[in-house]
């Protein structure tokens, strides 16, 4: 049997229009999201790296420079303790704790205890020679009429008048003395000795040159340098 309804049509119901946003605005929330992400990224890699960088490069200056500074306060420190034994360059600093004094040689030159007896070290020899085959200087405790030294050459003591003069310097003050002199001429061959005794009264300090120009490597003028470059460091201590 047929019914006389109407019939009826549905139709698709149209989304609604906040829904519609919604499926746009996703899409946008996700690309700003991820550029920022981006635009972050590189403003850190750019400019916070780099801050950072600084603060660190900084920091390490500083440090640098606390070092550097805490090294320079260790170097005036080590400065000062050298200071008392600063030494000349290419000589050696040699220290007597008998006589106590100290005095300077070439580091080319031997040093050897002639004390009689030995001593018991090379620091408290009471007859120190510094030599080489060209020149020689001897530090022995200063004789007196009670105590002689078997440390000087025979004749020490007597009036050395018949020789030449020599003027050199010990502990800042000058001296001019007689000595010995041999030469042959011909051969070129020089020797001189002198004595000084220094007004400290600890010691007698001999020293002698033995040269031969024509054969030999050093003039005696030069030898004779050397030697008052050495006497010249005698310094007696406090």
Same mark, same amino acid.
């Given at each position: 049997?047929?019914?006389?309804? %109407?019939?009826?049509?549905?139709? /698709?119901?149209? /989304?609604?229009?906040?829904?519609?946003?919604? =499926?746009? +605005?996703? %899409?946008?929330?996700?690309?700003?999201?991820?550029?920022?992400?981006?635009?972050?990224?590189?403003?850190?890699?750019?400019?916070?790296?780099?801050?950072?960088?600084?603060?660190?490069?900084?920091?390490?200056?500083?440090?640098?420079?606390?070092?550097?500074?805490?090294?320079?306060?260790?170097?005036? $420190?080590?400065?000062?303790? *050298?200071?008392?034994? *600063?030494?000349?360059?290419?000589?050696?600093? @040699?220290?007597?704790?008998? &006589?106590?004094?100290?005095?300077? @040689?070439?580091?080319?030159? !031997?040093?050897?205890?002639?004390?009689? /007896?030995?001593?018991?070290?090379?620091?408290?020899?009471?007859?120190?020679?510094?030599?080489?085959?060209? @020149?020689?200087?001897?530090?022995?405790?200063? %004789?007196?009429?009670?105590?002689?030294?078997?440390?000087?050459?025979?004749?020490?003591?007597?009036?050395? !008048?018949?020789? %030449?003069?020599?003027?050199? !310097? $010990?502990?800042?003050?000058?001296? !001019?003395?007689?000595?010995?002199?041999?030469? *042959?001429?011909? +051969?070129?061959?020089?020797?001189?000795?002198?004595?000084?005794? /220094?007004?400290?009264?600890?010691?007698?300090?001999?020293?002698?040159?033995?040269? &031969?120009?024509?054969?030999?490597?050093?003039? #005696?003028? +030069?030898? #004779?340098? =050397?030697?008052?470059?050495?006497?010249?460091?005698? &310094?007696?201590?406090?």
């Amino acid at each position: 049997m047929e019914t006389n309804e %109407p019939k009826i049509e549905l139709k /698709p119901e149209a /989304p609604k229009k906040g829904s519609r946003l919604w =499926l746009i +605005a996703i %899409p946008i929330v996700i690309i700003l999201v991820v550029g920022g992400a981006f635009a972050y990224d590189g403003y850190f890699d750019k400019y916070l790296k780099k801050d950072k960088a600084a603060e660190t490069t900084t920091d390490d200056s500083d440090v640098a420079t606390s070092a550097t500074k805490s090294d320079g306060d260790t170097d005036v $420190a080590d400065q000062s303790v *050298a200071g008392d034994d *600063a030494v000349t360059a290419g000589y050696e600093l @040699y220290k007597n704790y008998l &006589n106590k004094y100290r005095i300077e @040689y070439p580091s080319g030159a !031997t040093v050897e205890d002639f004390s009689d /007896p030995v001593a018991d070290s090379i620091e408290n020899s009471g007859c120190l020679k510094i030599s080489t085959e060209n @020149y020689y200087v001897l530090i022995g405790t200063k %004789p007196t009429e009670e105590t002689a030294t078997a440390c000087f050459r025979t004749g020490v003591g007597s009036d050395w !008048t018949n020789g %030449p003069s020599d003027t050199l !310097t $010990a502990a800042g003050m000058e001296y !001019t003395t007689n000595g010995m002199h041999t030469e *042959a001429a011909s +051969a070129g061959y020089y020797q001189d000795f002198f004595m000084i005794q /220094p007004v400290d009264n600890r010691v007698s300090i001999e020293y002698g040159t033995s040269v &031969n120009e024509k054969y030999g490597t050093i003039s #005696k003028q +030069a030898a #004779k340098d =050397l030697v008052h470059s050495i006497i010249a460091t005698y &310094n007696p201590a406090e």
